[in-house]
């Protein structure tokens, strides 16, 4: 699995920026689609994550200002960031869980795979 990810940049506290990613090459099924993010310093935390029925997952630093979406038919997911912080400054990850093949599936295992990130920076 190739994840494409897209949408980052520089932005002003309150501004907005919208993150897309999308997955490509062999596999079964994508079960959950998500965005981590990392800071100098600190580990990658999770954002926000979506699974395959629309269930979401957010952190409570981001709940009500960041909104996750994601289309099963092409594989992609989104993340829009609204009233952006400078504490969101960060590289962003797009990751996915999936059935690499059938037997996995069968199996209840998945694999996850990551993006590149791409840098997010919110100025004061």
């Known amino acids: 699995v190739q994840l494409q990810a897209s949408g980052g940049g520089w932005v002003q506290t309150g501004g907005s920026l919208r993150l897309s990613c999308a997955a490509s090459g062999s596999f079964f099924r994508i079960i959950t689609m998500g965005w981590y993010r990392q800071s100098p310093g600190f580990q990658r935390e999770l954002v926000a994550a979506?699974?395959?029925?629309?269930?979401?997952n957010y952190a409570d630093s981001v709940k009500g200002r960041f909104t996750i979406s994601r289309d099963n038919a092409k594989n992609t997911v989104e993340l829009q960031m609204n009233s952006l912080k400078p504490e969101d400054t960060a590289v962003y990850f797009c990751s996915v869980g999936a059935n690499d093949d059938m037997q996995s599936r069968k199996d209840g295992r998945t694999t996850t795979y990551w993006g590149k990130g791409t840098q997010v920076t919110v100025s004061s």
């Open positions: 979506i699974t395959s029925f629309g269930g979401t």
